[in-house]
């Protein structure tokens, strides 16, 4: 199971930009083995999971037939801070809803207010829970 | 008629500007196993539907356009996901580009990266020998 090493800088470096930052991408394959990033919001449980909501069907059909993905953050104007994960994104439907889940509430309330939505106005529209299961790092 | 951008409209007019003078942008593509792999990269826009990035020919990038050659690139976006520029469409691998030290533009726009990592466009060039072209199908974002 992939886990993280405090004592490693880049893997620390690692830990905190997946527990402060708002927004990361999120590449599905399409049909037609065109890949397709996405700006998503995320939470990180601390371990190999990183839990999303998504508003869009397209990339639910593409995790349904492909559940190869890779999850990168922002990097730098320089070509560093890179962090790449991959691995396998599973829709799961025992995950709670967004509305459910107190920390993913709690990151993002300010983002849903801007987006007009209330926790339960959010949950009825970003309605698919994404499971991203973290096979590999890969970054500087 | 390939893909140009209206800038009369304020998202592609800043898409043009990040294109013309962004340094990163990040390369997508997809493995034997379908596993997408993200990478950034130095590129040159053509200034019409082209983007032109350099890599070292023994990276899994070229291995993996070899087999598919659909690919994305995007832009990174600001903290909380403002500015978001996502292009589709295939890359090649070509020989009708000059090399990385020959490329117009290419040791101006990165002649501040090229100083601050001690090297040079031609010291680039022995290393950096495969030319890819990206052609620009699809743009989102806002």
Known sequence: ?140 | MGFTLDRTSAFQARVYDQLQHDPIVWLTTVGPTGQPQPSPVWFMWDGADKVIMYSKPDRPKVRNIKANPKVALHFDSLARGEMIAIFTGPVEISDQYPPVNKLPGYAEKYHSLFVQLETDADKMAAEYTTTLVFTIEKLRGY
């Open chain 1, 1 to 140: 199971m992939f886990q993280l090493d405090p004592a490693n800088a880049f893997h620390a470096r690692v830990a905190d930009r997946l527990t402060k930052e708002k927004v990361g991408w999120l590449t599905t394959v399409g049909a037609d083995g065109t890949p397709q990033p996405n700006m998503i919001w995320f939470l990180w449980n601390g371990g190999d999971k990183i839990q999303i909501y998504s508003l869009d069907s397209q990339k639910v059909r593409n995790i349904t037939r492909n559940g190869g993905v890779s999850f990168n953050l922002n990097g730098d104007d320089e070509g560093g801070n890179v962090i790449v994960l991959t691995g396998t994104a599973t829709i799961d439907s025992s995950s709670p809803s967004a509305a459910e889940n107190a920390p993913y509430v709690e990151k993002y309330a300010g983002g849903m207010k801007n987006l007009g939505l209330d926790p339960v106005g959010f949950a009825a529209a970003y309605r698919n829970p994404i499971v991203l299961t973290i096979a590999r790092l890969r970054g500087h």
